[in-house]
């Protein structure tokens, strides 16, 4: 099971960590995804995690802005997203998969519930 936390409201250009807790398994061998869906739009991935901590992002507009990272004593993967905009308002999800990241929602077994994330002024 997956519990995602810190989303919220904030002001464009300011920062936001969301955090994706995996429960009742060890983190160590699973890699996190993270995916957003705004209203009206096909969920997307926005980065991704492996089980080896090698992080890569999908979507050229977050890079240099979000990063991803994990810390397996905590069970826990983090999406630090800086210098927000906009455009990255929607729904974010956390989903894991075994050991290796592909940028298709589909391939991922487990999902977090979604955290709202709104950039607005």
């Known amino acids: 099971q997956l519990v995602e936390s810190g989303g919220g409201l904030v002001q464009p250009g300011g920062s936001l960590t969301l955090s994706c807790t995996m429960s009742?398994?060890?983190?160590?061998?699973?890699?996190i995804g993270w995916f957003r869906q705004a209203p009206g739009q096909e969920r997307e991935a926005v980065s991704c995690?492996?089980?080896?901590?090698?992080?890569?992002n999908y979507v050229d507009s977050v890079q240099g802005r979000f990063t991803t990272s994990r810390d397996n004593a905590k069970n826990t993967a983090y999406l630090q997203m800086n210098s927000l905009k906009p455009e990255d308002s929607g729904v974010y999800y956390c989903?894991?998969?075994?050991?290796?990241?592909?940028?298709?929602?589909?391939?991922?077994?487990?999902w977090g519930q979604g955290t709202q994330v709104t950039v607005s002024s």
């Open positions: 989903a894991a998969r075994y050991k290796f990241c592909v940028p298709i929602a589909v391939n991922f077994d487990d």
């Open positions: 995690i492996r089980s080896s901590g090698d992080g890569t």
């Open positions: 009742g398994i060890r983190l160590d061998n699973y890699a």
